[in-house]
């Protein structure tokens, strides 16, 4: 399932605990695909708290407790790592990451917590849900498989890795628009991992934001930049990014486009998608502004000059999903969805 439907399914059971219809949920997936990511902005956007929970690091009594003796009995000391009203809140999210490492004594451990939201005497509070993360077996990581008894406590999904969804993230992140424009023109490259050769750095969504960060620690030392970004997406990848990247002088004066002045469209494809991302980056840095309806009508205006007119509906539609609804209130937008009306009513059969 990609992300941008994984993130609303996690929405609904997070807020399913305050009408008793909360089902823990596992997320499988291959290493980098952003599950770990998926469960912080739940809770972010909801502002409450993430108790993340490593089972790959842990003993069984590290959950359930120690004992110790009150005269004639044995109780258990409850862990503070797990959710307390009175320290974290009334309302969080416990997530147990990385549970397909966690040896078979741990994950056992983890049966009654959760399916039945509580060990011994301890009780997870009412407004925590619970979502756990793994790879799969085939991913080449230290993975155990989930017993049935296990697995049988959870619903399942799989994280698939979906351009649309990473381009739209990495735009409210403040990514790059130079990695952004070139997973647009290589999108096969956003996730690469193939587990029979087992990589060591592999193209995945976590590590493209690495290759952003590369850029601006070594973008002004080229003797640098390559090993960087090879060390973060891999050597091929790597090498086509800095390509890329290098080729970027011949693109055309985006600062003459927000002018309203003529520009060309260039005639190479890796440009025209640099020219795009730079254009959706403008356009979100001039949200709020004053003249932000202008900037828009500008790039609503240029992206009517591509040769291929789905190079612009890709444009204006990255555009809306980072600037929102507002987009349709300029003036241009009329004159840009009556042009490209027939591509539109194409795509949709």
């Given at each position: 399932m990609r992300p941008a439907q994984l993130l609303a399914v996690l929405d609904r059971e997070f807020t399913s605990t305050h009408e008793g219809h909360h089902t823990p949920v596992m997320l499988w997936g291959p290493p980098?695909?952003?599950?770990?990511?998926?469960?912080?902005?739940?809770?972010?956007?909801?502002?409450?708290?993430v108790i993340?929970?490593?089972?790959?690091?842990?003993?069984?009594?590290?959950?359930?407790g120690i004992p110790f003796r009150i005269g004639d009995k044995v109780e258990w000391a409850i862990p503070a790592l797990l959710p307390d009203v009175e320290r974290h809140g009334d309302n969080g999210i416990l997530f147990l990451d990385e549970i397909t490492s966690a040896a078979p004594t741990v994950s056992a451990a983890a049966y009654q917590l959760i399916l039945d939201r509580r060990l011994g005497e301890y009780e997870v509070p009412d407004g925590w849900a619970i979502f756990a993360a793994g790879n799969r077996q085939g991913d080449r990581g230290v993975t155990y498989t989930?017993?049935?008894?296990?697995a049988n406590r959870f619903s399942h999904f799989e994280v698939d890795a979906h351009l649309d969804d990473w381009v739209a993230w990495a735009y409210a992140h403040g990514l790059d628009e130079r990695v952004i424009a070139f997973l647009r023109f290589r999108p096969e490259l956003l996730f690469d991992f193939d587990p029979a050769h087992?990589?060591?750095?592999?193209?995945?969504?976590?590590?493209w934001e690495f290759a952003h960060r590369g850029l601006q620690k070594f973008g002004d030392n080229p003797e640098l930049l390559l090993g960087a970004l090879q060390a973060c997406v891999g050597p091929a990848a790597g090498i086509e990014l800095k390509a890329f990247v290098d080729n970027l002088d011949n693109m055309p004066d985006i600062d003459a486009i927000m002018r309203g002045e003529d520009v060309s469209v260039p005639k190479e494809i890796d440009l025209q998608y640099a020219v795009a991302a730079s254009l959706v980056g403008r356009a979100i840095r001039a949200r709020?502004?004053?003249n932000s309806q202008e900037v828009w009508g500008y790039i609503l205006e240029y992206a009517l000059n591509f040769p291929q007119r789905e190079m612009g509906v890709m444009l204006v539609s990255d555009m809306h999903r980072a600037v929102g609804e507002e987009m349709f209130t300029v003036p241009q937008f009329a004159t840009w969805a009556k042009d490209i009306a027939d591509v539109m009513l194409y795509n949709s059969n």
């Open positions: 980098g695909v952003g599950k770990s990511q998926m469960i912080a902005q739940i809770a972010d956007y909801h502002k409450v708290p993340d929970i490593r089972l790959s690091q842990m003993e069984p009594t590290d959950l359930r989930m017993p049935a008894p296990l087992n990589p060591v750095a592999f193209p995945s969504p976590r590590s709020g502004e004053g």
